[in-house]
């Protein structure tokens, strides 16, 4: 009996043991299961490789489903992004019983009326007038024959393919509007004037088909755009091709004698403006010398949109279209415009080398401006601007000035400087549409009723708008809201900058007619810090109050914070119509809640985008809104800036060179050995998603060979290449911001299928994230069917002129509703698996000279204005690419920007996808090593399957002889890092459509195993603990 | 005393020296320069504490004469405590392991690129005491086991 005892006790205990091991250990294989099934050669998951089973699903089951929901959309864009900008009369809705006079050339062919990045192309396309006509408008037949016939004759040409030469069939008119206006260069205004109707084929009695009392005109312009152009101020020509001084973004003579003519022989003349470049409507304004009845908003059409704006046009939807940009008299106002294209340094030339530079031996290398495209060897740094309004772009500038002249006379906004108007400045005078600005055809109001701010990690501010239908129709409504943060006598000694209005955010409502909706609208706190960048040197916090408010427009904000203030008409307020402001009020100055994101210190990366870095003296006074006459911009263009006047000349002519970074010699690279692993489903599990720092991830790049780790970088192509050690898929890269540009062809059908019909203007102007974001779900489903996932998909640059060539591909001139809408764009794709890459991040707000033009600034714009439009999609969403931009900021070329791509990019804003260079076009500007440096995953050439730094003679780099496998072997930090942009690269395409497919874990002999075992273990342990039990009792019993 | 005593007593004193040894290496690991310093993990000391002295104590209770009931009760409660104590030993191992995993692949399995500055003395140094630290846990569980299944006092002649 003894020796059972000690045998069950025995038992037990070895029973229990096991229990414990395996039931802890469950816990310890699945930390480590990948590894385990490395090591083991198991695999814990299984592919599912049917499509039900995919990461990413279509939401529609045939093609002619997702036609539809990509053409119900753009339809909605059209409704949505309407702006009724001026409504007189009754002008609008139209009278279905009224004769519609269609005149301007963009009537009948409005912009762009070429299909291609902007246009889908498809064979039901809508235009304007087949809209109107649809919608059971009466369209007058008279004009409508002398201009198609006889001005417009719409006919085919054959032109050359920019990048190919070849001549393709294009769409050309007689006279049309000038598409692209060239880089900084006149513009011609191509409006025929009534004086040459006759001439060009119209009836000598044409106005007599019109009958005045019952005919509306409905006149179009134009302003064409694209990239590599520049809009010149000044440079506008007429029809004749006379030189007329005036601004080519405002009406030219010939248009307005269009004008004269519409309300010559019409009743009522209504204008839509068919640009996404601000144009400037003084003439036909309030007040104006052509005053008309109406003007509208219709952005930069695409193929299904103008049924949308007809449906606005016509009243049977709702006008709820915002405007994104600030409307203004003259553009020679906005403070921006002062430095804008910018000029040489007066010494540029000392850059320059003639055969000194020891990476280009014997070559002469100049250092100036090059064309969009390259071609000649410059270092292109001889070029700068002065940013410096600072924050106050758009609106944050004139709502800040209008809010200071009312509230702050002391801080001189009455000055004459940036009076355009009149000898003081005057905002009624300046301004003629505010953003924000939208008419509704259903009078209605929002009301804030309730603020909360989570000052929290990731908290929000969350705000309940009521909005109250006040007609007698059930309709949709639009609601914004702004904030003013407080603007203390720190921010003032410091040179914080503030703008008297922010916006926030936006939502749309349906509500009954007479009812009331809440609406509520979150947006993330952080967006209420400013950056401090000369005293704490990171993201703070003035205490004080912190003002919301629910209203239509940024102008219609500021006034309500100034009767919230207290201030009235007598104080200069322009109107006593003000709505409810909410308070929120932060005891104490917080300079801690923002100073690290992402768990990492927040704090100064660009303080060298300032020029007085380089010049050591107070060159430049940036734009404070403590003295508006003293810190008004003045053009720096004009101030004779030398670099060998420099305390730090060697350092700027060597930023200038592109030599951001220098290859170095002393720390040998090792050499990628190929460890078995490979790119495919079965090894990137969950585990792998969801952590780019798994090491996996680690393990996979650092088989890549030296050549290929820093060939493939710098060599990123359209398309990434298969990487040897690694068996990569092969990703095409896609355009354009309208949607993908490749079609999709039906073979049953034969019918050709577009899915760009996306409109950037108009989804801005829309002011609807869910919009946006309803959008991006067709974009990413468009990918899925087209099977193309990677997609140059938008474009987030700040508008900080109206004279930027690309304005049509961006949102606004305010980075918050870049910010919003990029969101939704960018989540949309994201969950569909798509990568949207949105351009050009890093200040690309002007074509001209982009690809080598250094732009200063503050680091308070630095991080306030281009960058935070991108932080919505690429950090508060689950963006997976991003393109950046061409140009330089400060004397860093923006693709060698660490602090911008490094430290912001990747470690505050946490995020992991794929980073493109733009086109590389100037081996002298942009500088391979740097690039890698600064964490750039692929640099974009045409180039395909060249992955490699040995294809140039000798067995050297073809682009950058410089460059060899011996050159960067003895640079481990260089081949390291290009392996960790490799890894991110993979790791968004792991994460995207690309690897879509599902996952299902399967137990493994090991799983098995285990199980048995602790099930075995606890039972035995249990069994063996009551036989020790029994025997030791009845042992002790037989031995008494 | 010492007469009466078994094998199996002999051997689970062994388990408790080892026990101690292995709480020896492991603090010795925690404390050095290292990777592993002050990387501590969660109650192990006392588990390792309580498993020694809860062997400790059977061989003791074993050893006293006693009769009748309280005879039952202590050799009842010794066997428990005979159990228990490997018990106590195989969760601090499983812990231990668990815990030092990753740190020892970083330090022996790093990538090549990194593994120069990983592989510093103090590093190596550390790594190998956290393995000292389980092999002679590892080493204790085993005994302390073997001594569960020996009686811990000599039989009496009768």
Redesign the interface.
């Known amino acids: 009996m003894g020796k059972l005892s000690g045998f069950f006790r025995g038992m037990a205990a070895l029973m229990a043991c096991l229990l414990v091991l395996s039931t802890v250990g469950t816990g310890v294989v699945e930390s480590y299961r990948s590894a385990l099934d490395n090591v083991l050669g198991t695999s814990s998951y299984e592919t599912i490789t049917d499509e039900s089973a995919a990461r990413f699903k279509k939401d529609y089951a045939t093609i002619e489903d997702m036609m539809a929901a990509a053409k119900a959309l753009a339809i909605r864009e059209g409704e949505e992004g309407t702006v009724v900008m001026k409504n007189d009369n009754g002008v609008l809705p139209l009278n279905a019983d009224k004769q519609v006079v269609l005149f301007g050339l963009a009537s009948y062919a409005p912009y762009p009326y070429t299909s291609g990045d902007l246009r889908a192309g498809n064979a039901d396309a809508v235009d304007l007038l087949q809209a109107l006509e649809d919608a059971g408008m009466k369209v007058n037949e008279t004009v409508k024959g002398f201009y198609m016939t006889g001005i417009l004759n719409k006919h085919i040409e054959q032109v050359p393919n920019m990048w190919t030469g070849e001549l393709v069939d294009t769409v050309a008119y007689d006279n049309i509007y000038v598409a692209a206006p060239g880089d900084m260069t006149s513009y011609q205004v191509v409006e025929v004037p009534p004086t040459m109707f006759e001439e060009k084929g119209a009836p000598a009695d044409w106005k007599s088909s019109i009958d005045k009392e019952n005919a509306v005109a409905i006149v179009t312009f134009a302003r064409g755009a694209g990239e590599g152009n520049t809009y010149a101020p000044g440079s506008a020509t007429n029809y004749a091709g006379e030189a007329t001084g005036k601004d080519p973004l405002a009406l030219s003579d010939d248009e307005l004698a269009v004008i004269d003519v519409a309300k010559e022989t019409c009743g009522q003349v209504l204008v839509l403006i068919n640009s996404g470049n601000n144009m400037v409507l003084k003439e036909i304004a309030k007040g104006g010398a052509h005053e008309v009845d109406g003007i509208a908003y219709i952005g930069v059409i695409n193929d299904y949109q103008p049924i949308g704006i007809v449906n606005v046009l016509t009243g049977k939807v709702n006008a709820t279209g915002a405007l994104p940009d600030t409307y203004v008299a003259d553009n020679a106002s906005i403070p921006a415009v002062v430095n804008f294209g910018g000029d040489y340094y007066a010494d540029y030339e000392i850059v320059g080398t003639e055969g000194t530079d020891s990476r280009y031996p014997g070559e002469t290398i100049a250092n100036t401006k090059a064309s969009s495209f390259g071609g000649s060897s410059t270092y292109n740094g001889g070029h700068y601007i002065v940013e410096a309004e600072g924050i106050y772009v758009g609106y944050k500038y004139f709502e800040t000035r209008y809010f200071d002249s009312v509230m702050n006379p002391q801080f001189n906004a009455a000055s004459a400087k940036g009076a355009t108007q009149g000898d003081t400045w005057d905002y009624n005078k300046e301004v003629l549409y505010s953003f924000g600005h939208g008419l509704s055809y259903l009078e209605y109001e929002q009301t804030l009723k309730n603020v909360q701010v989570d000052l929290s990690e990731n908290g929000n501010v969350t705000a309940e708008i009521e909005i109250r239908n006040l007609s007698d129709k059930d309709g949709y409504f639009l609601a914004q809201l702004y904030v003013q943060q407080p603007y203390t006598e720190y921010d003032r000694t410091n040179l914080v900058e503030k703008s008297a209005v922010n916006f926030l955010t936006s939502g749309k409502a349906q509500v009954k007619a007479g009812g009331t909706e809440t609406m509520k609208l979150t947006v993330p706190s952080k967006y209420l810090a400013s950056y401090d960048y000369k005293n704490a040197k990171t993201w703070i916090l003035d205490e004080g109050d912190y003002l919301f408010t629910a209203a239509p427009g940024s102008h219609a904000a500021a006034n309500n914070f100034l009767a919230h203030l207290g201030k009235t008409v007598a104080d200069g307020m322009d109107t006593d119509k003000t709505g409810a402001v909410v308070a929120w009020n932060l005891a104490a100055f917080d300079k801690t809640t923002f100073a690290t994101a992402n768990g990492h210190e927040v704090t100064n990366v660009a303080d060298d985008a300032d020029l007085n870095y380089w010049t050591g003296t107070n060159t430049v006074t940036y734009l404070s809104r403590q003295d508006w006459d003293a810190t008004y911009p003045i053009d720096y263009s004009k101030v004779a800036i030398k670099l060998a006047d420099s305390p730090k000349k060697d350092e700027w002519i060597a930023e200038l060179r592109g030599q951001t970074y220098t290859i170095q010699t002393n720390d040998p690279a090792n050499e990628g050995t190929d460890r078995g692993l490979r790119f495919n489903a079965a090894s990137i599990q969950d585990e792998q998603l969801a952590n780019v720092n798994d090491e996996y991830w680690d393990n996979l790049v650092s088989q890549i060979t030296i050549d290929e780790a820093v060939g493939a970088v710098i060599h990123g192509g359209s398309s990434s290449d298969v990487l040897t050690h690694v068996d990569n898929p092969k990703v095409i890269q896609n355009e354009g911001v309208s949607g993908f540009t490749a079609a999709y062809n039906d073979e049953k059908t034969g019918k050709t299928y577009r899915f760009n019909v996306h409109s950037q203007t108009l989804i801005a102007s829309s002011f609807n994230p869910d919009l946006a974001y309803e959008w991006g779900l067709i974009e990413g489903n468009s990918g899925l069917w087209l099977q193309r996932y990677d997609l140059w998909g938008t474009g987030l640059t700040q508008r900080r002129t109206p004279y930027n060539g690309r304005n049509y591909e961006y949102i606004s001139e305010d980075p918050m509703l870049t910010n919003r809408i990029a969101y939704g764009i960018l989540q949309g794709c994201a969950e569909k698996g798509i990568m949207n890459g949105p351009k050009h991040m890093g200040f690309n707000d002007q074509e001209h000279n982009r690809g080598g033009v250094s732009a200063y600034m503050t680091e308070q714009k630095f991080r306030e204005t281009d960058l935070r439009g991108f932080q919505g999609g690429l950090s508060d969403a689950d963006g997976m690419a991003v393109m950046i931009a061409f140009n330089r900021i400060g004397a860093t070329n923006a693709a060698h920007h660490v602090g911008m791509l490094q430290k912001i990019l990747r470690d505050e804003w946490g995020y992991t996808g794929l980073i493109s260079t733009d086109m590389m076009n100037n081996k002298y500007y942009f500088n391979a090593e740097s690039m890698v440096m600064a964490g750039i995953t692929q640099v974009a050439d045409f180039a395909q399957n060249d992955n490699h730094i040995n294809e140039g003679e000798g067995g050297v780099d073809k682009t950058w002889a410089y460059i060899s496998v011996n050159s960067v072997k003895n640079d481990g930090a260089l081949v390291k890092q290009a392996r960790e942009n490799l890894k991110y690269q993979l790791y968004t395409f792991a994460n995207s459509a690309v690897l879509n497919v599902s996952t299902r874990k399967v137990a493994t002999w090991y799983d098995n195993a285990i199980s048995i075992i602790r099930t075995v273990s606890l039972i035995l342990t249990i069994c063996c603990g009551l036989a020790f039990i029994a025997t030791t009792v009845l042992k002790k019993k037989k031995e008494a | 005393m010492l007469k009466k005593m078994s094998v199996?007593a002999w051997i689970a004193c062994c388990a408790v020296i080892l026990m101690i040894a292995s709480l020896i290496v492991y603090s010795v690991n925690i404390g050095s320069d290292g990777y592993f310093k002050g990387r501590a993990v969660n109650n192990l000391t006392l588990w390792m504490i309580v498993a020694a002295v809860l062997l400790a104590g059977a061989v003791a209770i074993k050893q006293m004469n006693l009769k009748?009931s309280a005879?039952?009760c202590a050799?009842?409660a010794s066997?428990l405590m005979?159990?228990g104590?490997?018990?106590l030993?195989?969760?601090s191992?499983?812990?231990l392991?668990?815990s030092r995993?990753?740190g020892l692949?970083f330090i022996y399995f790093s990538?090549?690129?990194?593994i120069k500055e990983v592989q510093t003395p103090a590093n190596m140094a550390s790594g190998t005491g956290a393995i000292a630290s389980m092999v002679v846990m590892g080493v204790a569980?085993v005994v302390?086991?073997?001594a569960?299944?020996?009686?811990l006092r000599k039989?009496e002649a009768k």
Do not use: Y
Not at chain 2, 148 to 151: E, K, L, N, Q, V
């Open positions: 199996g009748g005879a039952t050799d009842l066997g005979q159990i104590s490997p018990v030993v195989a969760l191992l499983i812990n392991i668990a995993v990753e692949g990538n090549a690129d990194v569980l302390a086991i073997v569960a299944f020996c009686g039989k």
